[in-house]
């Protein structure tokens, strides 16, 4: 018989984690890391216990989107407790290593690895992984060290970002994990005098990976000033503004996963 494949679920701090859900895009840019933080905190709100892994080792955002409660992480017993904000568990490179780092492929899945399974998770509905952009070897090695439910993926309206998708789709479904839905961000913008929504680079692509696809969950989300801001000065912007219709939407988001 084959041996049984060594996961991440062997060492026990993924055991009272019910879904894994990766957040992914193909290109950096596109607002993947606003949309994880933004989904688990909107996900906190509706009443989840989240954690969220920010699985981009050369340029971790967690630290800048989400201000945590603590100052710095803690060790005990060769383990890592998270960082919390509002509830919500939070891990990242960036707070175990604030120095950049400059390693090769097969090292970075190594340190993410090994930061996803020390870390102290304890019980959660959701661990929301903020995936590196691209779809490489990182990404795969990712997805087959640890079982992840589900596969959230984000994009821009451009024809660019979208073919880009496809190949993100098509990466997950090679490692069984379904995506669930796509997230075209800063898909229109809301003119502030008029109301009136304007799609700046077309309409229409959201529909034909619907279509393509058979993604029932896709999300539109605008481009909004105070959704960059709020990220840039560590709070997320469901927390600021729970009841506008952008939190709304993130919640819509929240219950497809
Ligand atoms: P990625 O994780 O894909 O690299 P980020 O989430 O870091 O992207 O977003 C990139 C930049 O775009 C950030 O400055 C962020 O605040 C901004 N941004 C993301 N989504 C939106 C949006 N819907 N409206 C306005 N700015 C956004």
Known sequence: AEPKQQTSQDTGVLDYVNAIVAVASCKGGVGKS????????ALSQLGARVGIMDADIYGPSLPTLVEPDERAVQFADGRIQPLTCNGVKLMSFGYVNPESAIMR???????L??????????????LIIDMPPGTGDIQL???QIVNMTAALIVT??????FVDVVKGIDMFDKVGVPSVGVVENMAYFVAPDTQKEHYVFGKGHKQRLVEQYGLVNA??????????????NGVPYVLAHPSSLIAEEYKNMASSV
């Open 113 to 126: 690895n090994q930061l996803l399974t020390t870390t102290q998770w304890g019980a959660l509905d959701y």
């Open 105 to 111: 492929g097969p090292m970075i899945a190594n340190v």
């Open 219 to 232: 999300f539109s989300m605008p481009i909004d000033a105070e959704l960059s801001e709020r990220s840039d």
């Open 141 to 143: 090695t990712l997805s």
């Open 34 to 41: 606003t949309t994880a933080v933004n989904l688990a905190f």
């Open 156 to 161: 821009t309206p451009q024809k660019l970002s």
